[in-house]
């Protein structure tokens, strides 16, 4: 059974950044790998995604251009850089894997998901 765990989250200042990782109990090889995130009475929303190769990336608009999503095969690590982090992206993170329905940001095409990790942008 594949096994998802998330570090990196933490408080923030306005403007700052952080690292996020996601590390599998398993080889993610032959996975898509896809960062979410779900704030206090709101839906979770997908951020990024990136194919099992690391040759195709995905962002919502609402993190393009500040959010970077990358991964490390030899570690089964994928990273979610964000900069310029503000109040809105104040949520909890989630990774998720998948690969059997088509690389996307939407949460069925996910089958195995981490327990999340608290951010918190606030000065």
């Known amino acids: 059974q594949l096994q998802l765990v998330e570090a990196g989250g933490g408080l923030v200042q306005p403007g700052g950044s952080l690292r996020l990782s996601c590390t599998a109990s398993?080889?993610?090889?032959?996975?898509?790998i896809g960062w979410f995130r779900q704030a206090p009475g709101k839906e979770r929303q997908g951020l990024s995604c990136?194919?099992?190769?690391?040759?195709?990336?995905e962002y919502a608009d609402s993190v393009e251009g500040r959010f970077t999503i990358s991964r490390d095969h030899a570690k089964n690590t994928v990273y979610l850089q964000m900069n310029s982090l503000n109040a809105e992206d104040t949520a909890v993170y989630y990774c998720?894997?998948?690969?059997?329905?088509?690389?996307?940001?939407?949460?069925?095409?996910?089958?195995?998901w981490g327990q999340g990790t608290q951010v918190t942008v606030s000065s």
């Open positions: 998720a894997a998948g690969g059997l329905r088509g690389l996307g940001l939407e949460i069925d095409q996910y089958d195995y």
């Open positions: 398993t080889t993610l090889d032959f996975n898509s």
């Open positions: 990136i194919n099992s190769s690391g040759t195709y990336t």
